[in-house]
């Protein structure tokens, strides 16, 4: 697909949601570019490396990074963001395959899509994780350098 396509597409899933969440209006344009770089960054990801589980944990760590930058800039709850951008990643056609072949009598190949759709719902979890303990490492070394600027 056309990477422009995609890039618009990740931005208005994500904005969508964002517009569903009741997220404040000031904030929805910065909902949708958490989306798309995070969607960007899983695609050339996964075109690099062929990975789509690992793709997707570095699509949500990207996520959680930008977001944890706009929850800072406009003073507000991180999960605004990351929430709304996570969507574009989440394996949503996994589970409804592994759900359709499960009502089909089909279920190795149900179990092989259910697989795939929590291994890629866990690497979403742990990029949102990993990057949460980053920027708190990140936050408390700033905090001790203003602490030792201002004694």
């Known amino acids: 697909m056309n990477w422009l396509l995609e890039a618009v597409l990740s931005f ?7 517009i569903m969440f009741n ?3 000031r904030t929805l344009l910065s909902c949708g570019l958490v989306g ?11 075109l690099a490396f062929d990975d789509s589980v690992q793709a997707t944990f570095a699509g949500a760590f990207v996520v959680a990074l930008v977001a944890h930058l706009l929850a800072k800039k406009f003073r507000m709850p991180m999960i605004i963001f ?6 574009p990643l989440v394996p949503g056609s996994r589970a409804y ?13 149900a ?4 697989s795939q759709a929590l291994m890629i719902s866990g690497s979403i ?3 949102l994780v990993f990057a949460e303990v980053l ?17």
């Open 111 to 114: 179990i092989s899509f259910a």
């Open 12 to 18: 208005v899933a994500s904005t969508s949601f964002g």
């Open 23 to 25: 997220t404040p209006r």
């Open 36 to 46: 798309m770089s995070g969607w960007l960054i899983h695609r050339a990801y996964f």
């Open 82 to 87: 990351s929430i709304a951008g996570i969507i």
């Open 135 to 151: 920027m708190q490492l990140i936050f408390k070394q700033q905090t001790k350098r203003m602490q030792k600027k201002s004694a």
């Open 97 to 109: 395959n592994a759900m359709r072949n499960i009502v089909e009598n089909d279920y190795l190949e």
């Open 125 to 127: 979890a742990m990029g």
